[in-house]
C-alpha cells in the first residue's frame, strides 16, 4: 500500500451472520507501535467495509476481530511504502456517459489506495463547461459540470500527471427531447382514397424521429409513411381507405406531440350534392347561336372530375 494513501478493504462475514448483526474491529498498528482504531462501516448484509491510511513507510499490523475474536489470518501485514500508482485510480458516473445541455451532470473520481499524487482535470468540446469539485475527504470526489452546447466532448482525467484507466472519456451531450415543441400540420379536411400529407416540424425539439398511426373507426391500425425533408422537418404520407372518424397518433421518439393523438373526421371520396353550378349558361331563355357560359365549383366536393352533358 502507499504512504497516506486511504486503503481499504472488506471483512465478510455472510456466513456467520446475514444481516450485519456482529461487531467487527481494527486496530493498525505502525512500525513504531503507533495503535489507531479504524473505521468501520457495517454494510447491514453481512459484511463490513474498513478504511486506513498508513502514514509510516514500513510493515503495518492490521489486527481484524469479530465479536472480539480473531478473525482468520489475523493480524495481517502490509508494507507501506511511498510513491503512487494512477491505474488504481477510476472514474465513473453517469456524467461520463452522457449529458444533456444546460442541465448538470456529475462523476466521482476514486483515488482510494492509489498514493498521493495530484488530480488534474480538463474538458474539451464545443463549449466551455464549468466545472465544481466536492471532496468527500474519503479518497473519492465528485465533479460536477454543465455543458451548454451540444456535441462530443473529451474528459481527460489524470493522477500525478498520468492518464487514469479510460481517460480520456468521450462524451456525447445532446440536447434535451421535448416533444411538445413539435409543430404538426395536416388538412382540415381528409379525404377517403386520397393521399394525405402532415408535416411534422421538430426543429426546436431536440434531436429525435417522428413516428405517424392511423387508427380507422374499426380500429385497424396502419403507420404512415415517412421522409425527412431536412433540418428536423419530415412529411408523413397515408391514404385513408374510408370515411368516418380516424385517430392519428404523432409520436417524437416515443414521445406524443403536442395534441396528439388527432381526431379527424375522413369525408367521402366525392359528395355530388356540395357541387356548385352557377352563371348565365344554366338559365332559362338563352339566345340561340350565342355563346355563354356557367362555372362549375367542386372545391368542396371532394376529388373528381365532373362530366358535362348539353342535350
Same mark, same amino acid.
Given at each position: 500500500?502507499?504512504?497516506?494513501?486511504?486503503?481499504?478493504?472488506?471483512?465478510?462475514?455472510?456466513?456467520?451472520?446475514?444481516?450485519?448483526? $456482529?461487531?467487527?474491529?481494527? &486496530?493498525?498498528?505502525?512500525?513504531?507501535?503507533?495503535?489507531?482504531?479504524? =473505521? @468501520?462501516?457495517?454494510?447491514?448484509?453481512?459484511?463490513?467495509?474498513?478504511? !486506513?491510511?498508513?502514514?509510516?513507510? $514500513?510493515?503495518?499490523?492490521?489486527?481484524?476481530? !469479530? +465479536?472480539?475474536?480473531?478473525?482468520?489470518?489475523?493480524?495481517?501485514?502490509?508494507?507501506?511504502?511511498?510513491?503512487?500508482?494512477? &491505474?488504481?485510480?477510476?472514474?465513473?458516473?453517469?456524467?461520463?456517459?452522457?449529458?444533456?445541455?444546460?442541465?448538470?451532470?456529475?462523476?466521482? /473520481?476514486?483515488?482510494?489506495?492509489?498514493?498521493?499524487?495530484?488530480?488534474? &482535470?480538463? /474538458? +474539451?468540446?464545443?463549449? +466551455?463547461?464549468?466545472?465544481?469539485?466536492?471532496?468527500?475527504?474519503?479518497?473519492?470526489?465528485?465533479? +460536477?459540470?454543465?455543458?451548454?452546447?451540444?456535441?462530443?466532448?473529451?474528459?481527460?482525467?489524470?493522477?500525478?500527471?498520468?492518464?487514469? =484507466?479510460?481517460?480520456?472519456?468521450?462524451?456525447? @451531450?445532446?440536447?434535451?427531447?421535448?416533444?411538445?415543441? @413539435?409543430?404538426?400540420?395536416?388538412?382540415?379536411?381528409?379525404?377517403?382514397?386520397? &393521399?394525405?400529407?402532415?408535416?411534422?416540424? $421538430?426543429?426546436?425539439?431536440?434531436?429525435?424521429? =417522428?413516428?405517424?398511426?392511423?387508427?380507422?373507426?374499426?380500429?385497424?391500425?396502419?403507420?404512415?409513411?415517412?421522409?425527412?425533408?431536412?433540418?428536423?422537418?419530415?412529411?408523413?404520407?397515408?391514404?385513408?381507405?374510408?370515411?368516418?372518424?380516424?385517430?392519428?397518433?404523432?409520436?417524437?421518439?416515443?414521445?406524443?406531440?403536442?395534441?396528439? =393523438?388527432?381526431?379527424?373526421?375522413?369525408?367521402?371520396?366525392?359528395?355530388?350534392?356540395?357541387?356548385?353550378v352557377e352563371g348565365p349558361g344554366i338559365h332559362n331563355g338563352i339566345p340561340a347561336s350565342l355563346e355563354t357560359y356557367f362555372h362549375i365549383d367542386t372545391r368542396e366536393a371532394g376529388f373528381e372530375h365532373p362530366d358535362v352533358l348539353i342535350k
Amino acid at each position: 500500500v502507499f504512504l497516506e494513501s486511504p486503503t481499504e478493504f472488506t471483512v465478510d462475514a455472510k456466513s456467520v451472520t446475514g444481516s450485519g448483526a $456482529g461487531h467487527v474491529e481494527c &486496530l493498525l498498528t505502525s512500525p513504531s507501535g503507533r495503535i489507531v482504531r479504524c =473505521p @468501520v462501516k457495517n454494510m447491514s448484509d453481512g459484511t463490513y467495509q474498513v478504511q !486506513y491510511a498508513p502514514y509510516e513507510q $514500513g510493515i503495518h499490523q492490521i489486527e481484524v476481530t !469479530y +465479536e472480539n475474536i480473531p478473525v482468520p489470518g489475523s493480524p495481517f501485514r502490509v508494507n507501506a511504502i511511498p510513491g503512487c500508482d494512477p &491505474l488504481r485510480v477510476r472514474a465513473y458516473g453517469p456524467g461520463l456517459e452522457y449529458a444533456i445541455t444546460n442541465e448538470p451532470t456529475t462523476f466521482t /473520481i476514486e483515488t482510494k489506495g492509489a498514493g498521493q499524487g495530484s488530480l488534474g &482535470l480538463a /474538458i +474539451e468540446g464545443p463549449s +466551455e463547461a464549468k466545472m465544481v469539485c466536492k471532496d468527500n475527504q474519503d479518497g473519492t470526489c465528485i465533479m +460536477e459540470y454543465l455543458p451548454t452546447k451540444a456535441g462530443q466532448y473529451d474528459i481527460a482525467i489524470k493522477f500525478a500527471e498520468q492518464h487514469i =484507466p479510460g481517460s480520456p472519456f468521450r462524451v456525447l @451531450v445532446r440536447d434535451r427531447l421535448d416533444a411538445n415543441h @413539435v409543430n404538426v400540420k395536416m388538412s382540415p379536411a381528409m379525404r377517403a382514397n386520397v &393521399l394525405q400529407e402532415i408535416l411534422i416540424d $421538430g426543429q426546436t425539439a431536440g434531436p429525435g424521429t =417522428p413516428s405517424v398511426e392511423i387508427s380507422d373507426i374499426h380500429g385497424r391500425r396502419k403507420p404512415a409513411s415517412i421522409r425527412p425533408r431536412g433540418d428536423g422537418v419530415y412529411v408523413a404520407e397515408f391514404t385513408p381507405q374510408i370515411e368516418g372518424p380516424h385517430r392519428i397518433d404523432i409520436n417524437w421518439s416515443d414521445q406524443p406531440v403536442r395534441g396528439s =393523438p388527432f381526431n379527424v373526421q375522413v369525408l367521402p371520396h366525392f359528395e355530388p350534392h356540395k357541387v356548385i353550378v352557377e352563371g348565365p349558361g344554366i338559365h332559362n331563355g338563352i339566345p340561340a347561336s350565342l355563346e355563354t357560359y356557367f362555372h362549375i365549383d367542386t372545391r368542396e366536393a371532394g376529388f373528381e372530375h365532373p362530366d358535362v352533358l348539353i342535350k
